[in-house]
């Protein structure tokens, strides 16, 4: 297989890198989505509801990504539900991600003084009106570098996906190195492309800090 | 001096409060009229923060009853919270302005949201209030880059955006540096003056003598001894209050 060169090997992996990050960008909107709902929902609270809420967080928490998506794409099948690798990727990593940022932000709420809850009930405002003027703001603030740090995770996370088939990053690494029978020099690149995606989103997040950055 | 008869503002009865199993609040009864200034002393853990606290629904109790302007406080019914709470405002001893918004904005919020007030009207009252509290050129200033005493006459300012009938302060001037005590107590001389009806709960025992109309001595979640300055200050009935004055004397 003398005709693979450096460049097509180069080639090759940075052309995967759209699905890497379409994958990543699914878990982190779908994360996102859920995780604002939950979070909710835990602030609203009949005590039941943040119950349950916390036996899912503890159930995507406590296991391992890779199982929750073969038992997804493989389960669903098993049971005849039609899938397709997309949407248990999908599914799994919206999921997934929502445990961990639903989590993490209910820290950043519930680390807002009760002093802000006070002088805003005391003006009068109203649940709605104190979580959307007062406590979110300030723990928007407070969430973002760790929401960074997860979206990191999250991006790591999609090269488990090919176990259901998806050609991402990492997968596309493993094939090139069956061809070219050179991992390090393969699985450094993927590497090094990872820490690329990873090193300019944290970047970015410092940037994003430093901008609503205030004190108190 | 008062010509108009004097109205009844707040009433309170038999007011009971646990926190689990400890008793906090063991049958408080008072009334306040329109405009009297009443000031709550006694040492910590008297139950002088909670009870201010149940005034406003921001505690709830167990048993009693509190009556704002006739009307009952009752701390499940978000509709009547919210309109008791436009009758009360309160300042904190911490503070509590929202650190994201400008002094302005921090003033202009409850207006705006609650009073549904204009853009333009909200701005003239914070512009107004701030003037009060002597802060007209903090405007666009940021709470962290006020002092704490202007910190606090801005949350006087935001708790007089609202047209309270009765203001709440919990020992306001407990988190100062003693030199910044002064600016926020002549906020609330001028707020007495002006017949602004006041609950305070203070460690400022001078302060308590020549501003109060009435001085609430706690004692042991009981309103232990009441009466007018001169009274409680002068001539104490009960030895908890003789010694709680001599210790409050000695630490000065």
Not at chain 2, 97 to 108: D, R, Y
């Amino acid at each position: 297989m003398g005709e693979f060169s450096n460049w097509d090997v180069l080639r090759n992996l940075l052309l995967s890198v759209p699905w890497t990050l379409f994958l990543s960008a699914i878990a982190f909107v779908g994360g996102t989505a859920i995780g604002l709902l939950l979070l909710i929902l835990r602030i609203w609270k009949p005590a039941t509801v943040g119950l349950v809420i916390s036996w899912y967080v503890q159930l995507f928490q406590g296991t391992p990504l890779l199982m929750q998506l073969f038992l997804t794409y493989f389960g669903l099948g098993l049971i005849g539900i039609q899938t397709t690798p997309l949407m248990a990727a999908t599914l799994c990593l919206s999921l997934y991600s929502s445990a961990y940022l639903t989590e993490t932000w209910h820290g950043c709420v519930v680390s807002i003084p009760r002093g802000q809850w006070d002088a805003s009930a005391s003006l009068a405002l109203s649940l709605n009106e104190q979580l959307r003027y007062v406590i979110f703001p300030q723990a928007l603030r407070l969430s973002i570098p760790p929401t960074v740090g997860l979206v990191v995770q999250i991006i790591k996370n999609t090269s488990l996906t090919s176990i259901i088939g998806f050609i991402e990053l990492t997968r596309t690494g493993q094939i090139i190195t069956n061809i070219t029978l050179a991992p390090f020099f393969v699985y450094g690149l993927v590497a090094l492309i990872y820490f690329a995606i990873c090193f300019s989103c944290s970047t970015f997040g410092r940037a994003l800090e430093r901008k609503f950055s205030f004190q108190q | 001096m008062k010509a108009i008869p004097s109205q009844r503002l707040l009433e309170i009865s038999n007011l009971h409060k646990w926190f689990g199993e400890t008793e906090v609040l063991k049958g408080v009864s008072f009334n306040v009229d329109r405009s009297e200034v009443i000031c709550i002393i006694g040492k910590s853990g008297s139950g002088k923060s909670t009870l201010l606290r149940c005034i406003n629904g921001l505690e709830i109790f167990q048993s009693g009853e509190i009556l704002v302007k006739d009307k009952p406080v009752r701390c499940n019914d978000a509709v009547v919270l919210r309109a008791l709470r436009q009758n009360v405002g309160m300042v904190f001893q911490s503070f509590n302005l929202f650190p994201t918004m400008t002094a302005g904005k921090n003033i202009m919020l409850a207006p705006k949201l609650v009073k549904h007030k204009t853009a333009f009207e909200c701005h003239e009252i914070a512009k107004k209030l701030l003037k009060r509290v002597g802060l007209e050129d903090k405007f666009d200033s940021f709470p962290n880059e006020l002092s704490g005493g202007q910190q606090q006459r801005v949350a006087i300012a935001r708790a007089l955006a609202m047209n309270p009938e009765i203001i709440l302060c919990d020992e306001i001037t407990s988190a100062l540096d003693p030199e910044l005590v002064g600016e926020v107590l002549r906020v609330i001389e001028d707020l007495v003056k002006d017949g602004v009806t006041l609950i305070l709960v203070t460690h400022e025992m001078h302060f308590a003598k020549k501003v109060s109309d009435r001085v609430i001595f706690m004692h042991n979640g009981k309103v232990h001894e009441m009466g007018a300055p001169n009274e409680i200050f002068l001539s104490p009935q009960t030895q908890e209050l003789k010694s709680f004055l001599s210790m409050t004397e000695s630490i000065r």
